[in-house]
């Protein structure tokens, strides 16, 4: 048992940044109009987050230290600037998509009005942050975004033709009516949203919070490799479910309403009611790691004391840092902008910020300074380097392309 509750940080991070609310939008967005042609973009991210996130996690249980913390000890100041600018600014905006995406959920169920819910969602989220252990917002919030499962139950439920979506899953093709730019596009948003650079920071960091050591580098795997493929499958399940419903009908997502549409058309009230416990439980989560991330990022650059292991009061700067990231979400969310359109931005220059996040823990798992016996084997640095090699392409792809189909329209 205790070794099942300690998948949770693999969970949580699976759920809470593979299947966030990017992913929900955007797998959604891609089914509806792709059906199943963009799957293997999800499996190639499920490859690339597993590969880093393992990484990571090795850094932090023989180091002892979190991983953004030693990429600015590593690479200096300047180098490790760049990084906290970039990764910062990128964790507030998918922060806001996920404060949004919690009040889009409870809008769902409840009907009140969205903005009424966003500074509700986020003063939750800080209570958390301020009063809840790590391993228990972990367990809990981890294993209840696994409702999300209600995704693949649907898509069983409708019963498309399996045989059809495996040619299709096996021979991706640019669907008839759709421009090459736009599948393209939206290749690079999937790919982004897979390999978010708060998910590593998180995990990294997470794992010191769990004060794991080298003895733990099992446990490192089985999170990573239990997690990150679930969340991918995840994925699927969301385009797949949009795709058999609402590809065939013209209907485009563009509110949160539509993606579960196929959910309730399948299972009816009670898979639909078990659903949306599983999106608010996935962004809250995610919410909660991004939240995180901002904290981790600037205190282990600044060398400040960190960490919900400490009271808040022993790290003060810490907890403040995450109070006015989610203050900034919500003065965003208030000015009336459409939580689905940050949703999609943030994704796309996620996808733009990956070079500056994977480089760097590629260079620190080398380093014998840190990593003893324990760096990377020949295996790992042949596919952390054509790794390395997608994300420079995906980031340089990813404005053009943004400009050249209007944001995928």
């Not at 300690?6 to 991070?13: H, P, R, S």
């Not at 090795?58 to 913390?69: K, P």
């Not at 419903?245 to 399948?266: D, F, Y």
Request: overall charge neutral; some cysteine; hydrophobic content about 55%.
């Amino acid at each position: 048992m205790k070794k099942l509750l300690g998948v949770a940080l693999g969970i949580l991070t699976a759920i809470g940044g593979f299947v966030d609310i990017g992913d929900l939008v955007t797998n959604a967005v891609v089914g509806a109009r792709f059906g199943f042609s963009l799957v293997w973009v999800v499996a190639v991210g499920v490859i690339g987050i597993c590969l880093f996130a393992e990484m990571s996690g090795r850094v932090a249980a023989v180091s002892g230290r979190a991983t953004f913390e030693i990429i600015r000890e590593r690479l200096g100041p300047r180098a490790g600037g760049a990084n906290l600018v970039a990764s910062f600014a990128i964790n507030l905006l998918t922060l806001t998509a996920e404060i949004g995406g919690i009040a889009l959920a409870l809008h769902l169920a409840s009907s009140v009005e969205p903005r009424l819910w966003m500074p509700v969602a986020a003063l939750a989220v800080w209570l958390v942050l301020w009063r809840v252990k790590f391993s228990i917002m972990e367990n809990v919030v981890g294993l209840m975004g696994l409702l999300l499962i209600g995704f693949a139950v649907a898509l069983f439920l409708l019963g498309p033709d399996w045989s059809q979506v495996a040619r299709e899953i096996t021979q991706p093709a640019v669907p008839e009516g759709e421009h090459p730019a736009a599948y393209w596009y939206y290749a690079v948003a999937l790919f982004g949203a897979a390999m978010t650079p708060y998910e590593v920071f998180f995990f990294s960091s997470g794992a010191v919070e769990e004060k794991w050591t080298a003895k733990s580098l099992g446990q490192n795997r089985l999170n990573v490799f239990t997690g990150f493929p679930l969340g991918g499958l995840l994925s699927v399940a969301i385009a797949g479910c949009a795709a058999v419903v609402l590809l065939p009908h013209g209907i485009e997502v563009s509110t949160l309403s539509q993606i579960v549409l196929p959910v309730a058309q399948a299972g009816g009230t009670l898979l639909l009611a078990v659903v949306i416990v599983g999106i608010v439980a996935a962004t809250f989560g995610a919410a909660l790691e991004t939240a995180l991330s901002s904290g981790y990022t600037l205190a282990q650059y600044l060398g400040w004391s960190w960490g919900k292991f400490r009271r808040p009061a022993q790290a003060a700067r810490f907890h403040v840092t995450m109070m006015i990231a989610l203050l900034l979400a919500v003065a965003i969310l208030m000015t009336s902008v459409d939580p689905v359109a940050v949703t999609e931005f943030s994704v796309v220059f996620s996808a733009v910020a990956l070079p500056l996040t994977y480089i760097p823990i590629l260079v620190v798992a080398n380093d014998p300074d840190y990593m003893g016996a324990r760096v990377n084997g020949r295996v790992a640095n042949t596919l952390g380097s054509v790794y390395l090699g997608i994300v420079l392409v995906a980031a340089l792809a990813a404005i053009p392309l943004m400009i050249a189909t209007g944001a995928g329209s």
